[in-house]
């Protein structure tokens, strides 16, 4: 029986825009997306039988046929004609309904490990138009690293991404839907929030983290941060001990930081974690899919 076994990682959204309403109810956007080294691990067993089985140490996301990384694996099944029993085990860490890409981390994950168990032979191009039909941050996932996403979310422009840069990412105890922030959203409410996402590229790409992190901007704030005012709260601690810049990723709740080093990174990671459980200390990550 074949196994495989990955690393899902989470994502941050350095910069979110979002253009315009679609007649279908989506959204176009305009974002920076960066993958962080906070990952669940992702291991696939196949069975004897043919029965998609999901087994996690994370108590609150679906087991059955609900689960992302089942919807993922069933796509691949029945796309490529391959009846095969699977056991997948997800082990969480990434937080849940967070915007950290966590689930759609987990899709991609079942997406290039079984193009790499039943060696399907698909390129990194075609394994993110089959991820796309299962949500739009599972391209970003599947390429890795850091992109400009256009459409939406699933058109990808790869950009050169930051290196060792230092993050704290602290998520209060709410949950919120994106479906649900989405709808929420006022297009004339954000024409005064919007980033100057040209300028931000450029900051990413040169590595200016400061001219980066002091013109983030996330337009979905609008929606999550006025309904929930523990986002301001955050953000404010995380600038009082020294970030150069914090706003929220996603759809939110949680809300990252940036840091000029190890040090000042260290020391807001442990004033932020006695107030909320759900803190962490991470590296950004920059490798893509199609460097490995
Ligand atoms: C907020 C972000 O995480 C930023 O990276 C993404 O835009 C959301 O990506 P996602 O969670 O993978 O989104 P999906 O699972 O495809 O969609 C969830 C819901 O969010 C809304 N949605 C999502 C993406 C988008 N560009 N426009 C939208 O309006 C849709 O109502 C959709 O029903
Ligand atoms: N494998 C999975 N991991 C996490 N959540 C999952 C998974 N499968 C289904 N879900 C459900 O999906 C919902 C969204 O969870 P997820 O962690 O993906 O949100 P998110 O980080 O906000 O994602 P995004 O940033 O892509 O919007 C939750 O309600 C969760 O129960």
């Known amino acids: 029986m074949k196994r495989i076994q990955l690393k899902a990682r989470a994502k ?30 992702v291991q696939i067993n196949e069975r004897e039988d043919n029965k998609i089985v999901i087994n996690t140490n994370c108590g609150y996301i679906p087991k059955d046929s609900d ?14 004609n391959i009846n095969k029993g699977l056991d997948i085990h997800i082990e969480k860490k990434i ?8 689930g759609s981390s987990n899709a991609a994950a079942v997406i290039i490990g079984l193009n790499r168990l039943w060696n399907l032979k698909l390129t990194v191009k075609e394994q993110m138009e089959l991820g796309v039909k299962i949500g739009a941050d599972v391209p970003f ?48 409410n954000i024409q005064d929030k919007r980033p100057d996402t040209q300028m931000l590229l450029r900051a990413v790409e040169c590595g200016d983290i400061n001219l980066l992190a002091s013109n983030m901007k996330n337009v979905l704030e609008t929606v999550t941060e006025e309904k929930y005012p523990v986002i301001t709260k955050i953000k404010r601690k995380m600038m009082e001990y020294n970030a150069l810049g914090s706003i929220m990723t996603g759809s939110g709740p949680t809300v990252f930081g940036i840091f000029k080093n190890y040090h000042r990174a260290k020391s807001a990671y442990e ?20 460097d490995e």
Request: glycine share 8%; with cysteine; net charge positive.
């Open 141 to 188: 996932c599947i390429a890795g690293g850091a992109a400009l996403a256009e459409g939406i979310g699933e058109r990808l422009t790869p950009i050169k991404g930051l290196k060792n840069l230092w993050l704290v990412i602290s998520k209060p105890s709410i949950s919120v839907s994106t479906a649900d922030v989405y709808k929420s959203l006022s297009l004339p």
């Open 67 to 80: 689960n992302i990384a089942y919807k993922a694996a069933s796509l691949i099944g029945n796309t490529f």
């Open 271 to 290: 004033h932020l974690s006695l107030l909320y459980k759900q803190t962490y200390i991470v590296q950004s990550f920059h490798r893509r899919n199609d």
């Open 12 to 41: 941050i959204n350095l910069s979110l825009d979002v253009l315009r309403r679609r007649p279908d109810g989506y959204h176009e956007v305009e974002m920076i997306m960066h993958q962080i080294d906070l990952f669940d691990r």
């Open 95 to 102: 937080p849940v309904a967070a915007g950290l890409a966590g």
